[in-house]
T-cell receptor, first 115, second 112 residues
Framework: EAGVAQSPRYKIIEKRQSVAFWCNPISGHATLYWYQQILGQGPKLLIQFQNNGVVDDSQLPKDRFSAERLKGVDSTLKIQPAKLEDSAVYLC?????????????FGEGSWLTVV | SQQGEEDPQALSIQEGENATMNCSYKTSINNLQWYRQNSGRGLVHLILIRSNEREKHSGRLRVTLDTSKKSSSLLITASRAADTASYFCATDARDNFNKFYFGSGTKLNVKP
């Protein structure tokens, strides 16, 4: 079974530029998550989708971050304009459904460095 | 905050020894998961334990959950150098939407 796919794996941009990350979840998984992990910290949930609807985006900095999952499968996370403090790993994850107790599977992450 | 917090922050042991990591959380949960993260890699799921379970095993891993103390522990027996990684516990929110919140992790170093 293919895992969660993410691209690009690494990205270096200058502050105030924009960047987009793509995620393809495990086939059949209705729930998709984006987490931000700053070096030395645990992952922080940014947004959760159930199919193409947003379940929770309370920790997404909406002035600069946006995410979409238009057809309920792939998802993109965009940052515009980027700040230095956005340097982190952006982890996409998916689970079969939003019912409690479903294992969440993570991709390898997209590493962002803002200079 | 719903986040679990792991203890200790760092642990260094010799190969063959057992490693125990603890996780404490603040509010009631439905489920708790443990993950491993090798340096530069994504998170790998280890075990999910439900609030009505007290103990689960998977190979060399043993997880316990004490809901009265709001704590969990992960025991790795007969550790190997390949177990060197960061270990995170993740607790869910009680809104029943399968949202999990992570602590800052325990960094385990197993010396050969």
């Amino acid at each position: 079974e293919a895992g969660v796919a993410q691209s690009p794996r690494y990205k270096i941009i200058e502050k105030r530029q924009s960047v987009a990350f793509w995620c393809n979840p495990i086939s059949g998984h209705a729930t998709l998550y984006w987490y931000q992990q700053i070096l030395g910290q645990g992952p922080k949930l940014l947004i959760q989708f159930q199919n193409n609807g947003v379940v929770d985006d309370s920790q997404l900095p909406k002035d600069r971050f946006s995410a979409e999952r238009l057809k309920g499968v792939d998802s993109t996370l965009k940052i515009q304009p980027a700040k230095l403090e956005d340097s982190a790993v952006y982890l996409c994850a998916s689970s079969l459904s939003w019912d409690p107790g479903n294992t969440i599977y993570f991709g390898e992450g997209s590493w962002l460095t803002v200079v | 905050s719903q986040q679990g917090e792991e203890d200790p922050q760092a642990l260094s042991i010799q190969e063959g020894e057992n490693a125990t990591m603890n996780c404490s959380y603040k509010t009631s949960i439905n489920n708790l998961q443990w993950y491993r993260q090798n340096s530069g890699r994504g998170l790998v799921h280890l075990i999910l334990i439900r609030s009505n379970e007290r103990e689960k095993h998977s190979g060399r891993l043993r997880v316990t959950l004490d809901t009265s103390k709001k704590s969990s522990s992960l025991l790795i027996t007969a550790s190997r150098a390949a177990d060197t990684a960061s270990y995170f516990c993740a607790t869910d929110a009680r809104d029943n939407f399968n949202k999990f919140y992570f602590g800052s992790g325990t960094k385990l170093n197993v010396k050969p």
